[in-house]
């Protein structure tokens, strides 16, 4: 009787195990990489490169089902962003990555960190549009209740003169487009989908140790919450090297996957320290302070970030 009632107790753990791992496996990884390419920065196109590459390996290493969407030149418009945002079907499980790499800027008023990026297409029509404040994007994800944001812009957070006007969300995600508002129409296709098949996730999979993928879930399905970055603090500028992309950008991967261990790159020992989102940002904040200091750059990206859990 006690031996059934064991083997029934195993039974039941199992099932409720099993019943864990299937519905983490089905959560999904949501990345929005906006890429703003037709800027007149050469970087950029180094940084969609390698925050795409970035997302596969975080997709592939945690299991998390890829849904991602690659924004690049004429993509890069306000209403279309929005659109796609809010046609976004997050579930409790899930994680969203948002990454913005483009010009940015801010207003004296302005009481929030976080830059007004700068949409250029937008901005073209009217030179007093074409602004979005991060922070509205960022609200914008949360409000669906995903378990965990990484937001991420390596955009310049300088001050402007001018108090520029904002387009209305009504007017945007109205689809009242008629003669004088063309400008509006939305760009066919929207975005690019980034694919990731099951031999790519495999082979990405293989490339790297059981710690390494065990740092990754660590990271990314072991935390609730937000985490908020970019690359300057309010009255910065932020760098974009032609060959290679922006600073900032390079110097958060490279903290990641040296602390994770990618490649067998162990390059920093935590000790008995688990690895942490603040580890990882402190990291990327001093290499990246470190590299402009070697490259003689001054007042440029000086990173900041907000964890919430």
């Known amino acids: 009787?006690?031996?059934?009632?064991?083997?029934?107790?195993?039974?039941?753990?199992?099932?409720?195990?099993?019943?864990?791992?299937?519905?983490?496996?089905a959560a999904r990884l949501h990345a929005f990489l906006i890429a703003d390419t037709i800027s007149g920065e050469d970087g950029i196109v180094k940084n969609l490169d390698s925050m795409q590459r970035q997302v596969k390996r975080i997709a592939a290493f945690t299991d998390l089902k890829l849904n991602a969407f690659l924004f690049e030149g004429e993509q890069v418009r306000i209403a279309n962003v929005i659109q796609q945002l809010d046609n976004l079907k997050i579930k409790p499980n899930d994680v969203v990555l948002l990454y913005f790499s483009m010009h940015?800027?801010?207003?004296?008023?302005?009481?929030?960190?976080?830059?007004?990026?700068?949409?250029?297409?937008?901005?073209?029509?009217?030179?007093?549009?074409?602004?979005?404040?991060?922070?509205?994007?960022?609200?914008?994800?949360?409000?669906?209740?995903?378990?965990?944001?990484?937001?991420?812009?390596?955009?310049?957070?300088?001050?402007?003169?001018?108090?520029?006007?904002?387009?209305?969300?009504?007017?945007?995600?109205s689809g009242n487009i008629n003669e004088k508002n063309q400008a509006f129409l939305l760009p066919t296709p929207a975005f690019h989908q980034i694919k990731l098949g099951k031999n790519e996730r495999a082979e990405l999979k293989m490339t790297q140790d059981n710690s390494c993928l065990k740092l990754y879930r660590t990271l990314f399905l072991k935390n609730k919450g937000s985490i908020i970055t970019s690359a300057a603090k309010p009255g910065y500028i932020a760098i974009q090297e032609p060959a290679t992309g922006g600073v900032y950008t390079m110097q958060f991967i490279k903290?990641?996957?040296?602390?994770?261990?990618?490649?067998?790159r162990h390059t920093h020992?935590?000790?008995?320290?688990?690895?942490?989102?603040?580890?990882?940002?402190?990291?990327?904040?001093?290499?990246?302070?470190?590299?402009?200091?070697?490259?003689?750059?001054?007042g440029a990206d000086v990173p900041q970030f907000e964890i919430s859990y």
Request: net charge neutral; glycine share 4%.
């Open 269 to 298: 020992n935590l000790g008995k320290e688990s690895l942490s989102w603040k580890i990882v940002l402190d990291l990327a904040s001093m290499q990246t302070q470190d590299q402009l200091i070697q490259n003689d750059y001054k």
């Open 104 to 173: 940015g800027s801010r207003t004296l008023q302005k009481k929030n960190c976080w830059p007004d990026l700068i949409f250029t297409i937008d901005r073209s029509f009217d030179g007093e549009m074409g602004y979005l404040d991060m922070n509205k994007l960022n609200e914008r994800v949360l409000n669906k209740h995903p378990r965990l944001l990484l937001a991420i812009a390596d955009s310049c957070n300088t001050y402007r003169i001018i108090d520029n006007k904002f387009l209305s969300e009504d007017f945007l995600i």
């Open 1 to 25: 009787m006690i031996k059934n009632k064991c083997l029934l107790m195993f039974c039941l753990l199992v099932i409720v195990f099993s019943f864990s791992v299937t519905k983490l496996q």
């Open 255 to 264: 903290a990641l996957q040296d602390l994770t261990g990618f490649s067998n």
